[in-house]
């Protein structure tokens, strides 16, 4: 299918728009990537943090355009580390991670928070993976998908490859934002 609208996504992470191009291209949507760095707010409340972002990012560039953000929730640690993982994750990195919280019998969830603003107001999309944090394997470029497993799964994330877009949270929150678009378009 040819992408019938575009949509600014607005990130500077290149792997998070490819996989956001992988996902809506074939629903009809070209993802315009926008390199924008944002001043994220540090918060464990997700939703806050990807409004606060969605906002800035809109009053930067003025049009309709989507944000996102993906963490771990460990159940271990009360939901933590959720909206501050990227900073969790860089001052851990896989091994010292893997070591804190690998198990068999806590789950993590990966969720994905999407804020998309349509130049009048924000609306969130969310998805949720449920697995567990194992040691890594896989290519390490993504961030803790080599540390995560998803439920049901003898795969992490970075295993998996581009299949991890069948079955992601960013999918699950990417298509509830195509619905949404779909229904007010």
């Known amino acids: ?3 019938s609208r575009q949509l600014i996504f607005v990130s500077k992470n290149p792997a998070k728009q490819n996989e956001a191009r992988q996902i809506l ?3 009809g949507i070209d993802v315009v990537a926008d390199l924008l760095t944002i001043n ?15 906002m800035k990012a809109f009053r930067m560039i003025g049009r ?6 993906t963490g771990l929730y460990l159940d271990m640690l009360g939901g933590f580390p959720g909206g501050l993982t990227d900073i969790f994750w860089e001052s851990l990195q896989k091994d010292r991670f893997a070591k804190l919280f690998a198990s068999k019998s806590d789950r993590a969830l990966a969720k994905t928070h999407i804020g998309y603003v349509d130049g009048r107001r924000i609306h969130i999309f969310d998805g949720e993976i449920s697995g567990r944090i194992v040691r890594p394997r896989g290519n390490p470029r993504f961030q803790w998908d080599c540390v995560f497993e998803p439920e049901g799964s003898k795969k992490t994330f ?11 949270m960013r999918r699950i929150a990417l298509e509830k934002l195509h619905g949404h678009l779909e229904k007010h378009a």
């Open 1 to 3: 299918m040819t992408p």
């Open 25 to 27: 291209t074939p629903l």
């Open 40 to 54: 994220e707010l540090q918060t464990v409340d997700t939703e806050a943090l990807v409004r606060d972002k969605a």
């Open 64 to 69: 309709p355009l989507f944000v996102e953000h």
């Open 158 to 168: 970075a295993e998996m490859g581009e299949r991890k877009n069948d079955v992601s």
